[in-house]
């Protein structure tokens, strides 16, 4: 029998992570590995190196993280230990045992301050905790293990967990109006989209470290987007957009976060979907 590589993912019950396994019947030349969080916390640096010493997997695509934006701003130090000095533990065992190493950042790197789509190599300058967090994690990674690959991401959502399409879904349901900001721009990203995107670097044969950015296209606000989700759900509720400055929340949210697709279409011909292709197929998926 011919020994699969093996493909851990720590954070594997989150969106993305959902999303591998749901992919991994697809790609029968791997083994992939979704330990529990309770079992495998990227923070417990002594159980991840035995995880990787009795195990020795090939690649670890890391899709665990501190998620709370507004939470971030009173729980920095978590924020900082999960999404920074884990990642760079992380990277570094990874190096140790040869490991393709693969991980998953975020838009709010950026500062928002731009009017054209953030290609990566635009200076970051993050404007809350979160954002600070994740790129400590990326600067870790790449010190640590100049073999790391970064993707970074925006507005992620899907059928699981906590996500804007999720939320909208409910309140739809549990109000005749709503109140969303029309100020902040980005593009949606459909979990299973960025799966996939992650599966054909993995099985590509080829490994580019660096930074890259994959987000569905388009660039729409999050008003734009709940129009959308009502559209499809045909929805009676009345979305009303107002500004930021009349929803005020903890953490503070840059203005436009367009990444630019181009560099992981030329390394490795991924072509992200439009942004309403991805949402209507997810909607038509049962909500978990």
């Given at each position: 029998?011919?020994?699969?590589?093996?493909?851990?993912?720590?954070?594997?019950?989150?969106?993305?992570?959902?999303?591998?396994?749901?992919?991994?019947?697809?790609?029968?030349?791997?083994?992939?590995?979704?330990?529990?969080?309770?079992?495998?916390?990227?923070?417990?640096?002594?159980?991840?190196?035995?995880?990787?010493?009795?195990?020795?997997?090939?690649?670890?695509?890391?899709?665990?993280?501190?998620?709370?934006?507004?939470?971030a701003e009173t729980d920095k130090e978590r924020a900082f230990l999960v999404n920074g000095e884990a990642v760079g533990q992380l990277a570094l065992i990874c190096k140790e045992f040869d490991t393709g190493f693969i991980h998953i950042s975020t838009d709010y790197v950026f500062d928002g301050t731009a009017t054209t789509p953030y290609t990566e190599d635009f200076a970051t300058n993050p404007v809350n905790v979160y954002g600070a967090s994740k790129l400590d994690g990326e600067q870790k990674?790449?010190?640590?293990?100049?073999?790391?690959?970064?993707?970074?991401?925006?507005?992620?959502?899907?059928?699981?967990?906590?996500?804007?399409v999720k939320t909208m879904r409910r309140l739809m349901n549990e109000k005749s109006e709503i109140n969303v900001v029309n100020d902040q721009f980005g593009s949606p990203t459909y979990a299973a989209d960025l799966a996939q995107a992650i599966m054909i670097i993995v099985s590509s044969g080829t490994w580019h470290p660096g930074i890259f950015h994959f987000s569905n296209s388009g660039a729409i606000s999050w008003f734009d987007f709940s129009k959308a989700i009502k559209?499809?759900?045909?929805?009676?509720?009345?979305?009303?957009?107002?500004?930021?400055?009349?929803?005020?929340?903890?953490?503070?949210?840059?203005?436009?976060?367009?990444?630019?697709?181009?560099?992981?279409?030329?390394?490795?011909a991924i072509k992200p979907r439009f942004w309403e292709t991805g949402l209507a197929e997810c909607l038509q998926r049962p909500q978990q």
């Amino acid at each position: 029998m011919v020994n699969r590589q093996k493909i851990l993912v720590t954070g594997g019950s989150g969106q993305v992570g959902g999303e591998l396994n749901k992919l991994a019947d697809s790609y029968p030349q791997f083994e992939f590995l979704f330990p529990p969080s309770a079992e495998l916390r990227i923070d417990d640096f002594e159980a991840v190196r035995s995880f990787f010493n009795s195990l020795s997997p090939a690649f670890c695509i890391n899709c665990a993280a501190y998620t709370g934006v507004d939470k971030a701003e009173t729980d920095k130090e978590r924020a900082f230990l999960v999404n920074g000095e884990a990642v760079g533990q992380l990277a570094l065992i990874c190096k140790e045992f040869d490991t393709g190493f693969i991980h998953i950042s975020t838009d709010y790197v950026f500062d928002g301050t731009a009017t054209t789509p953030y290609t990566e190599d635009f200076a970051t300058n993050p404007v809350n905790v979160y954002g600070a967090s994740k790129l400590d994690g990326e600067q870790k990674a790449l010190n640590n293990n100049e073999n790391s690959l970064i993707i970074r991401t925006s507005w992620v959502y899907s059928p699981v967990g906590k996500n804007f399409v999720k939320t909208m879904r409910r309140l739809m349901n549990e109000k005749s109006e709503i109140n969303v900001v029309n100020d902040q721009f980005g593009s949606p990203t459909y979990a299973a989209d960025l799966a996939q995107a992650i599966m054909i670097i993995v099985s590509s044969g080829t490994w580019h470290p660096g930074i890259f950015h994959f987000s569905n296209s388009g660039a729409i606000s999050w008003f734009d987007f709940s129009k959308a989700i009502k559209r499809f759900t045909q929805s009676n509720c009345k979305i009303n957009p107002v500004f930021t400055r009349e929803y005020p929340t903890p953490a503070r949210r840059p203005r436009y976060t367009v990444l630019n697709n181009k560099k992981i279409q030329e390394v490795y011909a991924i072509k992200p979907r439009f942004w309403e292709t991805g949402l209507a197929e997810c909607l038509q998926r049962p909500q978990q």
